[in-house]
């Protein structure tokens, strides 16, 4: 079939979008979860309206298409996931462009952060053992069932500046 | 540059994550500062002064709230009373020294009046829509509470009373950039100039207040 020509086509946004997680999220899952996240939130007639679609994830980010005029309603969306697979996470709106170039130029850049897994077991401010260090943020694997229920999270996150002996 | 502040985040020891480590990640997401409003039950002094120091009073009756807002309301900046109940919202509503009464609504009733709203207008004292339920339920129950928001913003409209816009969160998962929760607050029945004034404006100036009467205090000694 022939393509629509240019001013028969819908006019769409793409969405740049970051996961901050527990653990590492693939594509199919998060496809899944932002499809029921919309259909929770709107119903199936605003999934119709937004007309989403996973254009691309890997690693931590990820890109979306969707009307030009509903990009509101998809960083609403995006804020209403809550977890995948019980893993907690978050998802963040990095921005949003017209077009697919501008959109993986501006903001799907990979960042030079020195993210790596490590294991040494800490005191202070709770105890438990270190896992991940970022930067100068450090997540913990604790037996403190208490605040992880409350907080209902995988990790506890920290600085460096809470404990002077890392510095 | 607009400064955008939440008023309402727990941490250590409450929930999991440090202070320094929350306001990192609000930092990255454009918050200017963050105050720390553990619940009065698990509530410590901050070790850091960049933050905001806080607390949310929880009370199971109006003189065990006043008893704590006598206690607490030297030790932090910002005041907040956990609301839900009629006569906690009611007290909360009529003493001057509470910043802000967050989430007056409660599983049937959304707790705040007109009588509520003069009181509250009276005093100055700020009414806080948490949105975590939004990410935290999905269907009935959130469409409940959703309701009970958007009539409460109504009144709050009608009375012209002091609106605080916040994540409420429990972890740094919970904490949302200041676009996101202005695109989920529309779902209240907040326009775009509304939810920015209530996340950075209005923070501001309670903010402003109570610095400056901190101020003034050491000034007089």
Redesign the interface.
């Known amino acids: 079939m022939k393509v629509l020509p240019p001013t028969l086509r819908d006019n769409v946004r793409y969405v740049a979008f970051e996961v901050?997680s527990d653990e590492i999220i693939n594509a199919k899952d998060i496809k899944n979860e932002i499809l029921s996240a919309t259909t929770?939130l709107l119903g199936d007639v605003g999934l119709t309206n937004l007309g989403i679609e996973l254009i691309s994830f890997a690693g931590q980010k990820g890109l979306l298409r969707c009307r030009h005029s509903r990009t509101?309603?998809v960083?609403?969306v995006?804020?209403?996931?809550?977890s995948v697979k019980r893993y907690?996470?978050?998802v963040?709106?990095l921005g949003v462009s017209g077009t697919l170039a501008g959109a993986k130029e501006k903001y799907l850049q990979t960042e030079k952060r020195s993210k790596h897994n490590t294991s040494f077991n800490i005191t202070r401010?709770?105890s438990g053992k270190a896992t991940r260090i970022h930067d100068?943020?450090i997540d913990i694997v604790?037996d403190d069932n208490k605040?992880?229920d409350?907080?209902?999270?995988g990790?506890?996150?920290?600085?460096i500046?809470?404990n002077k002996e890392l510095k | 540059m607009v400064e955008y502040y939440d008023l309402c985040i727990h941490s250590r020891p409450e929930c999991t994550d440090s202070p320094e480590r929350l306001k990192l990640v609000s930092n990255r997401y454009g918050f200017t500062n963050i105050a720390i409003t553990n619940h009065s039950t698990y509530w410590q002094p901050l070790e850091s002064m960049d933050i905001i120091s806080g607390i949310e009073l929880v009370a199971k009756s109006a003189q065990m709230l006043r008893n704590l807002i006598n206690i607490y309301r030297d030790k932090v900046t910002i005041l907040v009373v956990h609301g839900g109940d009629e006569r906690i919202n009611r007290v909360a509503c009529s003493d001057s020294r509470v910043d802000v009464l967050i989430h007056p609504e409660s599983g049937t009733s959304n707790g705040l009046n007109h009588t509520l709203a003069k009181f509250a207008k009276r005093n100055d004292v700020a009414i806080g829509f948490s949105i975590d339920y939004l990410w935290r339920h999905r269907g009935y129950y959130r469409s409940k509470l959703l309701s009970l928001q958007r009539k409460n913003f109504s009144i709050c409209r009608k009375f012209a009373l002091k609106i605080v816009l916040t994540s409420g969160a429990l972890s740094l998962y919970d904490l949302k950039a200041p676009r996101e929760v202005e695109a989920l607050s529309r779902f209240i029945g907040m326009d775009g100039t509304e939810s920015e004034s209530a996340l950075s404006t209005i923070p501001r100036n309670i903010l402003n207040k109570r610095l400056k009467g901190v101020k003034s205090g050491k000034e007089l000694l």
């Open positions: 901050i929770s509101e309603d960083r609403s995006l804020a209403t996931i809550f907690r996470l978050s963040r709106v401010p709770i100068s943020e604790t605040v992880i409350r907080s209902d999270v990790l506890v996150g920290i600085t500046h809470d």
